[in-house]
């Protein structure tokens, strides 16, 4: 089989292109739930913590001087950033468990399979047996 051949058949695997449409959704989602964050749900807990704008709560490590910028911690990003990562992490939790529900009902038990004749015919001698004793 050729390279070509090979990538190919590779690339054309159903969970590649599954893998690849989650991806690109994914990223989508994030720029929803960061703009979401950023733009909806932190200004009005910046107002009730006392008119606080995350976003630019920063601990300035060194002022700038001349040319050179100031060099910032910027941990009211990171709290952001963190909110991000909860809202996702919540959602992404809330599909898995909605794919199990859905797997788990789709799944009934099998019933157990017969036993082969032999299995069957060798019981029966048994029980015979232990009948005339």
Known sequence: MSMMQEFKSFIMRGNVLDL??????GGAFGKIVSSFV???????IGVIVGGIDFSTLAYTLKEAQGEAPAVLVKY?????????????????????????RMKKKEEKPAAPPAPPKEEVL??????ILKAQR
Not at 38 to 44: E, F, K, Q, T, W
Not at 78 to 100: E, K, P, Q, S
């Open 38 to 44: 950023s733009d909806v749900l932190m200004p009005p």
């Open 76 to 100: 009211g990003m990171f709290i952001n950033t963190i909110i991000d990562f909860l809202i996702i992490g919540f959602a992404i939790f809330m599909v898995v468990r909605a794919a199990n």
């Open 122 to 127: 060798l019981t029966e001698i048994r029980d």
């Open 20 to 25: 690849a449409v989650g991806i690109i959704i």
